[in-house]
């Protein structure tokens, strides 16, 4: 009887892979979801495609920038792919400067698993948010906690 093990890499390094793909779960992006507050996929827009060959892409549909620009304030939005693997990446969508009372801004993370044969389509499996606070109303760092 022959036993063949197959690897793949993720965040935190080499995973062993089972029969039904690699685990992209990994000790890494286990510990940074935990910074963030978990976003239930179903309660993203309708409509939103959570698979395509674009993670960027996918990101910005599924949190749009705002119809109009704010003419005040210092509104800014960054989208950024990070830690990208073979088989694995993280989006950053990142809102500043918003016309609020409390909250400053706002940053999601999604992250995306590769699927298919040529591992070019990508599929959204988590999103989180956190929340920076202006002044006197919470943290002045993106964190999990909700400002006052």
Not at 23 to 49: C, F, H, M, W
Not at 75 to 94: G, N, P, Q, W, Y
């Amino acid at each position: 009887m022959k036993f063949i093990v197959l690897l793949c890499t993720t965040l935190a390094g080499i995973t062993l892979l089972n029969i039904t793909g690699c685990s992209v779960d990994s000790t890494s992006a286990k510990k940074e979801r935990e910074n963030y507050n978990s976003v239930d996929l179903s309660q993203l827009p309708q409509g939103i495609s959570l698979t395509g060959n674009n993670p960027k892409e996918i990101a910005i549909a599924a949190f749009p920038p705002p119809e109009e620009e704010p003419q005040e304030g210092n509104f800014k939005r960054d989208v950024t792919v990070d830690k990208v693997e073979s088989s694995f990446t993280t989006v950053i969508v990142t809102e500043t400067g918003l016309l609020d009372d409390s909250v400053n801004g706002i940053r999601h993370r999604l992250d995306f698993e590769s699927s298919g044969d040529d591992g070019k389509l990508w599929k959204m499996v988590w999103v989180g948010k956190q929340y920076k606070c202006y002044l006197g109303r919470g943290s002045q760092d993106f964190t999990k906690k909700l400002c006052s």
